[in-house]
């Protein structure tokens, strides 16, 4: 199956944007994985799946041989520029579509469009709803005012946007209650976040951190009238979040409210608890899944991690994300890692006779693109 | 060792009734795995690793191609009628013994006897506690009456029956403590679910709902003074669980207190913490385990599961249940993807050196019907 | 790459002590695994993976035929003596260290030189914190002096030993705070051990135990005063652990303190929950991991453990250990298990093209040997 998943364009529903600037060799290795450095111990970032499939698969891309070295790649990465690097990866990963999420900017990245441009393919955007409630309070919005102030942002960008995100995994956890919470906790929420706000202001940091449970459940709440799909954080990240408190069994009481509103819920990453979210997309309607982040982290065992994935959950809810950040390379790691991934269960399926090679190809041309482009009715590119 | 395993009648230790009435697709669909319907944007349920499975191994029982179409199948199912159908795929499953949990009946089923006489073997009834509890209070017996009758009701019980089976995973949990209650709790928790019985009579929903960790425990202990099997619900179900709750290392306080009786307790299903259950089978003595209902609804990924639950668990603990429910395909799925599995599993032994042929197929015995034979006491078939 | 790997001489850095004792075939099930009868349902621990490996590996080193009988087994075991038989498996793991846990000691076992001697490696101490603390108030130490006299005694234990452990796991669990605990904090958890010590002695019991979340964290915090790394039980073990509560995940609050400290932090075992642990390794500077106790219970499983474990831990922060106790066929079958493993996962990357021959050896010698003589400081073996 692989040549024939090569050649479809996939819709990457969950990313983020592409660094402006030159990278060193320490710069690379910085952005590989969910950690800037392994210590004076811990040996090198290169030392790592994904760091010897950067070597394997991305040298070629940039004229060097196979299993060039780090140093090598680094020098010749830094000869062709930033957007010559950005745009040999973008174009080469196969996408007709990019949902970005446009909330995570510690630093300039490329916008929707643009990457879109880069990739030739359309750039989409995802708002991550924690931070349009801190940029509410950051601009004075008073408690009074705040829940019709989200609701109203939330009315413009979703005109715009093609869903919403939530990071409660990175904050309060998942461990969120179902129900819609009434004005009283919304304004005592608000009340909670104001007073951050101005603690925030006068100790220099600026911004407020939603981190409350109620905060993060009205948010969600107030995204689901909209009926667009709403993505959530859960298992793997970098070192901030409690990844105990990420299992995404820990959304179910919140997604057996969810479920009649017919809202899509996106769980992105899953990952080590992709088999818990692969239930969770056969139980629950509206549960969609991916293996975003881990698939190229893992790299050549991306095979494994779909495999567990979809012993449960049904091939009509399965999409593929790369997660990718800052890093070109990882969006086309993301993307080829998937394509082997799939190609690899989809193979062992005709060999073991398990389906047939048309139900196969079907079932390829929905996880690429076809769940995502109904879920998020993308309708069809051009 | 496929073809010796086909040859091996197994002991389903774990399953419920056939359905007696007849179903159209749609109706097939919602009975295929733990949910009814993927909703508007999820697909249909035969693009499913258990959907691909009826359309492969099913077709064939009734006469059909492998890989035919659902429609296909749904009207040739339609045209032989729900008894024949039933009897094609009990009897095809080659089962000696099914041990039947007759407390689950939201719908007219098949009874143990005539499951049985369908299947050419033996039916046996497992007595679903909670089940017990409720229709004491549901008859109207008092709080000061209840403990007595309980145990009144489980004397006539275990004559017949060759289990019990807990069901706290769907309610309280499994995060049960050890201790025996004393008196004055289990008559605290008798009058909570009189109360709740009440309510229930007054709502009109008639029973009432033991989900009180007291009367689980209970309910368990009570069980346990007769040396029967106690079976409990563990890891993948319905969305009615909560799936983080039902990991079988939460009742590690229970288990460890359970031990000294010598009462054999089954962990059902365990999926997705089947090497936490294999875990607790090399630990304490009495605990036996399954990796039943994921069986049939990874299908062809069963010799994965098969081979993550005999990392620790002793080849002397574990046993092969079904949990089918419903639909006769799921009794003979489960039987034909567990004979493979396990072949798969002991093949790649002979084939590493890991153990003899002789041994092999000594261990295929135990596993397909010696070990469940000794816990439950069965004797041999006929 | 098996080969290659079989020439290496492993660091086995964590292990306990091998019994002095004779054994006959009951006391040498009973030390196979983490418990010590399956009691009269469960069958023989021979058949387990663990029990097939050493009639399949051992029992040429006793010079019997490969899958001897548990009898033949036992009795030859028996003919030749404690001593040759410790002799003969020692020797046969090729290791040029072993860092030996020297506070378990329900029964005589041999010193780390000794293990040291038969093995042809050097032996070298680790230290129990809470083993420790149990004798420091056992011996009559007050309230007042407790603190003083535990550093102290890890003054004196820091020159010698290579490294300290915590078995948090086993008493209050992993679900530690991260904060290194103020005076009073450490005052009150003294005294609550004090108490504990006069209860336990009035009880005859001798020793209290350790069991309190603020006296673990005490005593880990004392420990990364000296900078040498800190071992900490994760995961599985015999049925004291609550296993849930030794999910590595757990110390995220504490890793995320430590980290700052630079004092490795290694975390032992690990499965059911590897994976996690893995990542703890890709995003926390200090963290090492490893599968031991695992690898030989699994046995022929053993490529699998690894390959979930070198999903996101990088191959600089992996170590080899065996965890064996007790028995010296433990010692040799986790290096036998261990490097076929090893072997298997490399392998597949050189056939998948993920690495060259060249890193494969690279990362062979790390895992091997290398990152556990960086973390402990060993040098290089004579």
Known sequence: ??????????????????????????GLEGKLTETSSLGPLGGSLFDTRIGFAVRRWCAPVLDLEPHASPDDYAARRADLGATEVSRRFLSGAGLSDLCVDTGFTPEPLLEPAELGNLAGARGHQVVRLEDLAEKVVAEGVGVSAFAHEIRARLDTCAGDA?????????????????????????????????????RALAGGSGLPRVSDETMHRFLVWCAADYGLPIQFHVGYGDSD???????????????????????????????PYHRHAGYLAQ??????????????NVAHRAPVLLAELLELAPFGKVLYASDAYALPELYYLGALFFRRGLAHVLDEGI??????QADASRIAGLIASGNARRAYELGVPI
């Open 1 to 26: 199956m692989l040549e024939e998943i090569e050649s479809l364009r996939l819709v990457d529903h969950h990313c983020h944007g592409v660094l402006v600037r030159e990278l060193d060799r320490e």
């Open 241 to 271: 979040v409690d990844m105990h408190k990420a299992d995404p069994l820990l959304l179910t009481p919140l997604l057996r409210e969810l479920e009649p509103t017919g809202t899509p819920v996106m769980l992105l990453h899953n990952y």
């Open 283 to 296: 139980v629950f309607q509206n549960v969609f899944v991916d293996v975003s982040l881990a698939t190229h």
């Open 351 to 356: 060999h073991d006779g398990a389906w047939t």
């Open 162 to 198: 093609v869903g919403f995100k939530s990071i409660a995994a990175y904050r309060a956890g998942l461990h969120l209650s179902g129900e819609r919470p009434s004005a009283s906790e919304i304004r005592a929420a608000a009340e909670r976040l104001h007073r951050e706000g101005e």
